[in-house]
């Protein structure tokens, strides 16, 4: 059975989530913006999303381009997970994972860190 939680709620954990990140990472994002959305409408099982230009792909051409986005998915989340506690594990888990995809790290990288 789905974990009941309100958006605020939610939000909140994401934000605890993203300040578990060290302080150098943080100061190294840029250009960033963290969404919460109820679900991705192509996979609606989908936990989190990033999207845009990976730093380590970002050249001298990279000037004047929209937002990265990083977005999670919290309906999706709160379907898969019994409690609160676990809620808390998921978000933080799905927030770091998609962080490191705009620093580069790869799918098979992250589930090799435990970051699955």
Known sequence: MPVSMSEKRFEELVGDALDLIPPEFTRAIDNVVVLVEPRDPDD???????????LTE???HYGGALPDTVTIYRDAILE??????????????????????????PEERLHQLGWG
Not at 44 to 54: D, E, N, R, S, V
Not at 80 to 104: L, P
């Open 58 to 60: 970002r050249d001298s």
């Open 44 to 54: 609606p099982h989908l936990l989190g999303l990033y999207h845009g230009i990976a």
């Open 80 to 105: 898969i997970c019994d409690d609160e506690n676990q809620v808390v594990e998921e978000v933080a888990i799905t927030v770091i994972h998609e962080i490191a995809h705009y620093f580069g790290i």
